[in-house]
C-alpha cells in the first residue's frame, strides 16, 4: 500500500492523502483515479518506485507494478491508498485447451440427457458471459464458468451476483486446491487433466465442492470428534457437519461431473452456504444433495441464503492526514 501514485497519463505525481490531491486544477481527478480497473486504463496508475527506478517489491511480490485506489480502514480513519494490482494471467495454449473442452463437454452432456444447453451466454445486461448455462426441465438455470486461471476474488464476487440478479445460479469449476473463486462462490473442483482426456470423455469427478451432509451422537463410540469440545471429549449431544465423499461414514462414492451436470439443474444438488462456527463473515459454499440441504434446514431451523457480495460504501467520508509523499514501494509480499 502507499500514499502516492504516478499518473501515467497526466505525467503527475498524486498524493492521496491531500484533500485536493496535490493538483487543486483538477477537481475530477478524484473521481478518474478511484473508477473502476475494469473502466479504465489498467497501467493508467503506476507504483512511485517503479516509475523512478528503484526497488519495486511488487516485482518480486506476484504483483504488478500498476496500481489502483481503494478506501483503506486505519483506526476510526478511512484513507485513500494504492494497492498494487495483479499480475494478469493469460491464459496459456494448453489451458485454453482445457477450458475450451471442458465447456464443450458441459454443453454436450447436457444436451445428451435432454437439457437445454448453450455456449457463451451474454448475461442480461451483458456485462459478462457465461461459458455454458444449462437450464432444467423447471427452469433452474445454471450458469457454468470454467476458470482455470487466475481471477480476482472481487471479480468472482461480481460476476456471480450479477448472475444471481438475472436468475441465473453459477456454478464455477477450478482445477487448483488454492483457486481464488473456491468458497467465494458455489463451486466444483476437477483434476488438472489433459484437454484431450477431457474432450474424449475420460471420467472427471468432482475432487472439491460437494459434500453430504453427516449426523451422528456425539459418545465416546463414536468414530467422530466432538465439534464443541476442543480435545477428545464427548458431549453426548447430536452434531451434524458436511464432508466429501471420501470423508463420509460410510464412504461415499465421488460425483462424476456428468451426474452435477444433470442434478445441478433438475434440482437434484443445490448450492449451500454454511457460515463458519468462528467467523460470522466466513464460510463455505457447497453444492450437496437437495434432500441432505432440506435436513440441514431443519437442523438449523432456518434457511441460510447465499452471501451478497460485499459492496464498498462510497458514500463513506476520506480521510485526508496530509503526509508528505512517500516514494518507497510498500507492496505487501505476505498475500493478505
Known amino acids: ?28 481527478l478524484l473521481r478518474e483515479i478511484t473508477a473502476s480497473v475494469a473502466e479504465r486504463d ?8 517503479h516509475h523512478y527506478g528503484r526497488e519495486c517489491l511488487s516485482e518480486t511480490g506476484g504483483k504488478s507494478p500498476w496500481m489502483f485506489i481503494r478506501r483503506g480502514r486505519a483506526g476510526g480513519r478511512r484513507p485513500l491508498v494504492a494497492s498494487h494490482l495483479p499480475i494478469t494471467h493469460k491464459a496459456t495454449p494448453a489451458e485454453s485447451a482445457q477450458h475450451k473442452a471442458t465447456k464443450e463437454r458441459v454443453v454436450e452432456t447436457a444436451s445428451r440427457y435432454g437439457l ?43 460476476r456471480s451476483a450479477n448472475a444471481v440478479e438475472h436468475g441465473i445460479t453459477p456454478l464455477w469449476v477450478a482445477k487448483d486446491r ?16 489433459p484437454w484431450k482426456d477431457i474432450a474424449d470423455g475420460k ?36 452434531h451434524a457437519d458436511w464432508f466429501v465423499p471420501a470423508l463420509c461414514l460410510p464412504e461415499k462414492k465421488p460425483v462424476p461431473i456428468e ?10 444438488s443445490v448450492p449451500v452456504y454454511v457460515p463458519s462456527r468462528s467467523n460470522g463473515r466466513a464460510g463455505r459454499h457447497m453444492w450437496v444433495p437437495a434432500a441432505d440441504s432440506a435436513l440441514w434446514q431443519e437442523i438449523v431451523g432456518e434457511k441460510t441464503p447465499l452471501p451478497a457480495a460485499p459492496v464498498e460504501d462510497e458514500d ?21
Open 1 to 28: 500500500m502507499a500514499n502516492a501514485v504516478w499518473h501515467t497519463g497526466y505525467g503527475i505525481e498524486i498524493n492521496l492523502s491531500l484533500p485536493d490531491l496535490g493538483h487543486p486544477g483538477r477537481p475530477d
Open 203 to 238: 471420467e472427471m469427478v468432482i475432487r472439491g465442492g460437494y459434500r453430504h451432509l453427516q449426523v451422528w451422537k456425539c459418545l465416546p463410540s463414536s468414530e467422530r470428534h466432538c465439534l464443541l469440545s476442543e480435545g477428545a471429549g464427548h458431549c453426548g449431544a447430536m
Open 116 to 158: 437445454e444447453a448453450e455456449a457463451e451466454v451474454p448475461v442480461a445486461n451483458r456485462r459478462s458471459v457465461s461459458d455454458a448455462v444449462v437450464t432444467g426441465p423447471a427452469g433452474i438455470r445454471i450458469g457454468w464458468e470454467i476458470q482455470y486461471h487466475h481471477l480476482s476474488p472481487s471479480s468472482v464476487h461480481r
Open 178 to 193: 488454492t483457486a481464488s473463486l473456491i468458497d467465494r462462490a458455489p463451486w466444483a473442483r476437477v483434476d488438472d487433466m
Open 259 to 268: 451426474d452435477l451436470i444433470l442434478q445441478s439443474a433438475t434440482g437434484e
Open 316 to 336: 463513506v467520508e476520506i480521510t485526508f492526514a496530509e503526509q508528505e509523499i512517500d516514494r518507497t514501494c510498500r507492496t505487501v509480499l505476505n498475500g493478505r
Open 42 to 49: 489498467p497501467q493508467l496508475l503506476e507504483c512511485l518506485a
